[in-house]
């Protein structure tokens, strides 16, 4: 696979004095990582760890964890270019403390096809600073009538399989996909939205959406299809990962789904967990996003969902609209909203707020995305690939949509005060981002 061709750092780097923080092991204590050949050799002090020749970086203090890897990335390359290329995307992913993108296959044309996602690796790795995964489309054109070829896309790379934004209405061919991805041992990763309840709808479905006079989106569009994935993967025994979630019963079911030893697994976007629909505020598009931002009580559930470990995965759900998409009225701008940028910082609103243990916020964006989709990394362990993150998890800094590196600014945290910045991104031993105070 391309992206395994990565280069190492032939260098031997000791990033010191460091706090080195890794809840997959789990490890919270000072002190200085080896990185040889892009792979972690050791932890320990400075002075044991020192081969000769030997770079050495001075963390003062500061926070050594894994890189991110976040599982659902909207790109637009091919075919939208103007919007995302897969470049921009990793330099903004880099400057985010993400070491790993999963892109979607929501492309023009549609990754269904082992040309293509072959073409996509081989750019990823020779365009992007990170690493670049991808799903591969789980219906021919996302067109949810036929299942591509799951074998021959395993084989050339593929994390799994999803249809990205679309969702799937025909049952029999959901459990045929559950059962074929099943034999191969790869995940089908669901949009869960039922178009016949949610097609005019595009807001949360309340009291706002009422003020506002928009048409609204209820919860049941969202739950009915993951009520009837989750009988699915009852029946066939398959592997099922809901992608986005946003509503608590959605969330009753997966924990349900998990107690009863089915093997369910679900993500979030950061958006979801720290904004709620009263931040749409007057009509503001680049808070209309799919699913729809919920109510601050539905927030809170969905935080508790992520704190007793319903919710496995927190990540970006980076979806890059240029003005031409989002410059209109709130009923007809584009759903989406770029990310990877500030994913970390983001998530650390939960920290510092108090509402979720740092443990919990790094591991739902590290080590459980890394097992889930069967990449190596998300860990600080010893003969891991060295993608790592230094952050200063207390930094203040502002949102300005300008100097984001997307090429989008679709951002729904513009001028939003943050706390936490990341200070150097490492991708297989190679520095791929410094901070650089303005």
């Known amino acids: 696979m391309a992206d395994e061709r990565r280069k190492g750092n032939t260098v031997p780097v000791i990033l010191k004095n460091a706090r080195l923080y890794d809840p997959s092991q789990p490890m919270d204590e000072h002190g200085s990582l080896l990185i040889e050949d892009g792979i972690i050799k050791a ?95 789980m219906t021919q054109g996302l067109e949810g009538r036929e299942i591509t070829e799951f074998g021959l896309l395993k084989e050339t790379g593929a994390l799994g399989f999803t249809d990205g934004r679309h969702s799937i209405s025909n049952a029999m061919l959901m459990a045929r996909a559950l059962t074929y991805a099943r034999d191969f041992k790869m995940p089908i990763c669901h949009h869960t939205q039922d178009l016949s309840l949610s097609s005019n709808g595009v807001m949360n ?76 505020g007057s009509y503001r ?16 559930q969905m935080i508790e969902a992520l704190k007793n470990g319903t919710i496995d995965i927190i990540q970006s759900s980076h979806d890059p609209q240029d003005v031409e998409t989002k410059r209109h009225p709130f009923a007809e701008a584009e759903d989406g909203a770029i990310g990877l940028e500030t994913l970390l910082s983001a998530a650390l609103r ?64 513009e001028d939003a005060r943050m706390q936490g910045k990341v200070l150097r991104t490492i991708v297989a031993g190679n520095t791929v981002y410094t901070y650089q105070e303005a």
């Open 285 to 300: 598009t680049f808070f209309k996003m799919s699913p729809p931002l919920r109510s601050e009580e539905d927030r809170q």
């Open 205 to 280: 479905a309340g009291e706002n959406a009422s003020r506002l006079g928009l048409p609204g989106i209820p919860h049941e569009a969202e739950t009915i299809v993951v009520d009837r994935d989750i009988r699915l993967a009852r029946m066939t025994r398959g592997y099922y990962h809901a992608a986005s979630i946003s509503s608590p019963e959605s969330a009753r079911l997966i924990a349900g789904a998990k107690l009863e030893g089915l093997n369910v697994t679900a993500g979030i976007s950061v958006n979801h967990l720290t904004l709620n629909e009263n931040d749409i």
């Open 43 to 137: 932890q320990g002090g400075p002075d044991e760890l020192a081969p000769s020749g030997t770079e050495i970086i001075d963390c003062e203090g500061h926070t050594v964890m894994p890189g991110l890897v976040d599982a659902r990335v909207f790109v637009g390359e091919p075919g939208a270019e103007h919007r995302e290329t897969l470049r921009s995307a990793s330099k903004a992913a880099a400057a985010g403390g993400v070491t790993t993108i999963v892109v979607m296959p929501d492309t023009d044309p549609v990754i269904d096809d082992i040309a293509l996602l072959d073409f996509i690796m081989r750019r990823g790795r020779d365009e992007s600073v990170v690493r670049v995964r991808a799903m591969a489309a």
């Open 350 to 413: 939960l920290v510092h707020s108090g509402d979720v243990p740092l443990a919990t916020v790094i591991k739902a964006m590290t080590s459980n995305p890394a097992r889930l989709l069967n990449l190596e990394g998300g860990t600080l362990k010893s003969g891991s690939p060295a993608d790592i993150v230094v952050a200063d998890l207390d930094r203040p800094w502002v949102v300005k949509a300008d100097a984001l590196k997307s090429r989008s600014k679709n951002t729904p945290f």
